[in-house]
């Protein structure tokens, strides 16, 4: 320690390091040679660091943002491709449908619920209650939404299937369902739901004792190219007060 404060008062003339990067006394200053060959003073070098390490946590913060926002029409899309949460399988193409063969021998009941966000305004009900289905074959179902306000709105809606374990049976060709919907003040319209539940459901061990299937519509009320995702709605079907 004495030696190292004596060189301190005596300007001695820099060494050349045999090995790049190496700390170096030259008289009162600690310098770093580079890997360039120019020496870099140890407050510059440590304040580098840390601009690279905070560079690195913002990137990181950006991207775990950017993925919070993907994954919600990530797993929808997950969920429509494969049943699972209740999501009806859609994307099927027409030769699948004209290829089915009916299974006349299992009759089904599918039940048609229509729910609105509390903060939704529009009136929205099935046309129809209830239709029975054989799988594998197609039925037509409506929906009708109005909008009673002196505003227009925009409406997008979100479904799912129960049980849940029939859903990955129940196959959307047509619907209106995460698309955007504007009604202007006063106005009504007709939205119809082609479906048809696959052959494949009577084979399923789990759906031997299921005979009844219902589908559920849930409208929130949206701003143009928003979806709204928090739950929270007040239901206008089946046993419920419109």
């Known amino acids: 320690m004495a030696l190292l404060a004596a060189l301190r008062h005596f300007p001695l003339p820099c060494r050349k390091a045999p090995l790049l990067n190496t700390w170096l006394w030259c008289g009162r200053h600690v310098v770093q040679r580079s890997t360039h060959g120019t020496p870099r003073s140890a407050g510059g070098e440590a304040r580098r660091r840390n601009i690279t390490v905070l560079t690195y946590i913002a990137a990181g913060a950006i991207g775990m943002l950017g993925l919070s926002y993907a994954a919600v029409p990530l797993y929808r899309l997950y969920c429509q491709a494969t049943g699972l949460g209740g999501q009806a399988v859609a994307g099927h193409a027409t030769d699948t449908v004209t290829s089915m063969t009916?299974?006349?021998?299992?009759?089904?009941?599918?039940?048609?619920n229509a729910?609105?966000?509390?903060?939704?305004?529009?009136?929205?009900?099935?046309q129809q209650m209830e239709v029975y289905v054989v799988p594998g074959?197609?039925?037509?179902?409506?929906?009708?939404?109005?909008?009673?306000?002196?505003?227009?709105?925009?409406?997008?809606?979100t479904y799912n299937v129960l049980p849940l374990d029939a859903a990955q049976y129940f196959n959307k060709i047509q619907c209106f369902c995460f698309e955007e919907q504007w009604l202007n003040s006063g106005e009504e319209v007709d939205l119809p739901v082609f479906f048809y539940i696959d052959p494949d459901f009577v084979d399923d061990p789990r759906l031997i004792g299921v005979d009844t299937i219902t589908l559920s519509y849930t409208f929130f009320q949206a701003r143009q190219g928003h979806v709204p995702t928090l739950p929270g709605f007040h239901g206008t079907g089946p046993g419920s007060k419109e």
């Not at 009916?102 to 089904?108: A, F, I, N, S």
């Not at 609105?116 to 009900?125: D, E, G, I, L, Y």
């Not at 074959?137 to 809606?157: H, M, Q, R, V």
């Open 115 to 126: 729910d609105v966000h509390s903060a939704m305004q529009w009136k929205f009900r099935p």
């Open 102 to 112: 009916p299974m006349r021998d299992r009759v089904l009941r599918v039940l048609f």
């Open 137 to 157: 074959e197609t039925a037509l179902a409506f929906y009708k939404a109005k909008n009673p306000t002196d505003e227009p709105i925009i409406g997008i809606s």
